[in-house]
Structures are given as C-alpha cells and as structure tokens.
C-alpha cells in the first residue's frame, strides 16, 4: 500500500518555464489537496478536490492551475514558473466525512532560478 | 476567511521538562483537529487529533485539550527526549461548504540533551 505518491520528488526549472507535478492516492479517497510549504509559513493550500472532475481554490491559488480527471490523480500545474514558486509542495488525501485524517505525500521539491 | 494562528513558533526546552504549543483557530464551524510532526525533510506525520465532541485526549507522553467555547487548542508532550524535536504542526478543518484542512505556521521544538 503505497498510500500517497508524489512525483517528481526534485526539479529546478528556468523562469517562464512549465511543469507538472502529479500526485496519486490508492486508499480510493474523495478528497485531495495541494499544499505548499515555505519557511516560517506552514502549509499553505493551493488547490483542493472534493471528488474526480471537481476543483477549488484554496489560500494561494495565483499562478497554479488543477485537474481531477480520475479519482486516484490530482495534478498541479504551473504555467510559467516564477522563483516565487520555489517551494517544497506536498498533496494530501482525506477520505469523506467528519474527523478522518489527511495523508501526505512525501513531497516535491522544488526550485525556479 | 479561515485561519488558524499558533505559537509560540520556536520552544526549547530541557530534555524531560514539558512542552505545551498552543493554537487558536477562527471558524467555529471547525470540528476536527489534528497534530503533525514533521522531521527535517520529511513528510508531515500524524501524532494526535481531537474531534470537537471532545474536550482532551492522551496518548501516553502526549495529549491535546480543545476548549471550543475560546476556539483554542493546545498540544502538551511530557518528558520530552531528544527524539521530539522537530517541527509541530496544528491544523482545524472546517466544515463551512466543503472540507479543508488550514494549518498553523508551525512550532520547531527542540529539546536540550
């Protein structure tokens, strides 16, 4: 049981530059979200989904779009990276209903020079 | 919108002395809350949680108090040893529209040998 996977765990792009970061769940999970960690921070949420072909923004959703189109993938992507961007993010699943736990992933890190 | 805020954000303390990490959170429509220790580059990881019905629970060296009416919630580990230091997370989900997990800016605790 591989619970949440995140690839790629490492990646430095140039500024302007796009990528995808892909997340994947096998505990059949409603839900799942993007977060972004930066020093003194905490865990910020990008984007969430609340089920497959479902999105919402959470508290920093400039400059990151989402797609849901299967229940086990949520996929973040940047458009035109900006060294603002630099970051280590991490996606995390919770299944539906009130107290269940979220899971993360073990992260992505990475750097926009 | 939601937030929740946590101090104190750095806590030392000699090994075998208690620490307490305090939280206050501002949707009162919150009803669960979890606590994440993060080690240095590694994943967030479940240590504790409360549901709102609930106003204290333990798990040997740590336990978690909620006080819903003050909307403050507080994690206090015992006999600290070397092996907690690290990085505490608070977080409440809300349950206003759909189910999101906001974070508290973190806590980095280390214990004195």
């Known amino acids: 049981n591989a619970g949440v996977t995140q690839t790629p765990k490492f990646r430095v792009l140039k500024t302007g530059q796009s990528m995808t970061l892909l997340c994947a769940q096998d505990m059949n999970h409603e839900y799942m979200y993007w977060y972004r960690q930066d020093p003194g921070m905490g865990l910020r949420l990008i984007h969430y989904?609340?089920?497959?072909?479902?999105?919402a923004k959470g508290e920093v959703p400039d400059g990151y779009n989402v797609s849901r189109l299967k229940k086990q993938n949520f996929l973040l992507g940047l458009e035109s990276a900006a060294p603002s961007q630099t970051s280590v993010y991490f996606c995390?699943?919770?299944?539906?209903?009130?107290?269940?736990?979220?899971?993360f992933g073990e992260g992505s890190w990475l750097t926009v020079v | 919108g939601e937030n929740v805020e946590q101090h104190p954000s750095t806590l030392s303390v000699q090994e075998g002395d208690s620490a307490v990490i305090k939280c206050t959170y501002s949707?009162?429509?919150?009803?669960?809350f979890p606590w994440y220790k993060q080690e240095l580059g590694k994943r967030p990881q479940l240590i504790i949680d409360i549901r709102s019905n609930v106003g204290e629970k333990k798990d040997q060296r740590i336990a978690v108090t909620l006080n819903k009416t003050a909307k403050h919630f507080s994690l206090h580990i015992t006999e600290t040893q070397p092996e907690d230091s690290a990085v505490y997370f608070c977080a409440a989900r809300t349950t206003s529209g759909t189910y999101k997990y906001i974070f508290g800016t973190g806590t980095r605790l280390k214990v004195l040998a």
């Open positions: 989904s609340v089920g497959e072909g479902t999105t």
């Open positions: 949707d009162s429509a919150s009803n669960y």
């Open positions: 995390a699943s919770s299944s539906q209903g009130a107290g269940n736990t979220i899971y």
